[in-house]
């Protein structure tokens, strides 16, 4: 049974995708997939309970695909072209589309453990995205090998302690760090009492408030972060600034922080 928050999230990244069919069919087919439901809620398990890290599991991973997909629709009105759009070789819907594969099942690995989840996660991954691709595109084999190798590529270097080139993979580098809010940390915190090296992540996240993500002054995306407490700071300058600065998107995002009543500091 998936939960409230799963369903709303669901719902955002549905009406978003309303004007792309090859996207709203790939989500569909991913959100009813009973054994990737099942790989996400177990990681959950791991990351919380086993580990005492945030959240991991459906939510957190269907938050980062809404986040990946607004992030890349700002950059498509803007006028920018993903790397399979540039090189020739997909169309923008492609992209979208192994954006979407890579934010559903980035953290799959963590249902083995932490330590070297990106590449457990491509390993998991990698049969639902061929069974997905497969749905989509039949009769395409062109399409199903690249917009998987986009999907790995993003997948892999999620933690950007591996270097990676295309558009694609940097947006899911950038939305999986947008996703620290005060939600995510509410169950840890709850069941994990016991003070422990790494709470700093938890106590940090909990400080955030809201995250914003619109069209920027100056860059095609602007990351608008309210916070409640300076605690906050550590999550952007040690989590959210490492994946923007490895991330090939970099280049077209603009990022202001600040605790509420005060001022937003400019970071890019």
């Not at 607004?70 to 072209?81: A, D, N, P, T, V």
């Not at 990676?164 to 950038?174: D, K, N, R, W």
């Not at 106590?203 to 100056?218: E, L, T, V």
């Given at each position: ?32 997939d009973a054994e990737l439901q099942e790989l ?81 996660s491509v390993m998991l991954a990698q049969p ?141």
């Amino acid at each position: 049974m998936k939960s409230v928050k799963e369903v709303n999230t669901e719902a955002k990244i549905l009406e978003r995708l309303r004007d792309y069919p090859q996207c709203l069919k790939l989500v569909q087919y991913l959100f009813d997939d009973a054994e990737l439901q099942e790989l996400q809620e177990y990681a959950n398990n791991v990351s919380i309970k086993r580990l005492g890290y945030n959240d991991h599991g459906p939510v957190h991973m269907r938050q980062v695909v809404g986040n990946a997909v607004k992030m890349l629709k700002l950059l498509h009105e803007s006028g920018i072209q993903t790397s399979l759009e540039r090189e020739e070789t997909g169309t923008f819907e492609d992209s979208m589309s192994a954006v979407i594969l890579a934010g559903m099942m980035h953290d799959l690995g963590m249902s083995v453990g932490r330590q070297g989840h990106e590449e457990m996660s491509v390993m998991l991954a990698q049969p639902i995205i061929e069974r997905a691709l497969l749905h989509l595109f039949p009769d395409d084999l062109h399409r199903r090998v690249v917009i998987k190798s986009v999907a790995i590529e993003a997948i892999i270097g999620h933690m950007s302690t591996r270097k990676i080139h295309s558009i694609e993979a940097g947006i899911i580098l950038i939305a999986d760090g947008c996703d620290m809010t005060k939600g995510r940390a509410r169950i840890p915190l709850a069941i994990n009492t016991t003070p422990k090296v790494g709470d700093i992540h938890k106590y940090s996240a909990n400080a955030i408030n809201r995250i914003g993500i619109h069209h920027g002054d100056k860059k095609p995306i602007r990351i608008d972060i309210e916070m409640s407490g300076d605690v906050g700071f550590f999550q952007i300058e040690e989590v959210l600034l490492t994946k923007i600065e490895a991330s090939p998107a970099k280049q077209f995002v603009e990022l202001y922080a600040g605790v509420v009543g005060q001022e937003r500091k400019c970071y890019l």
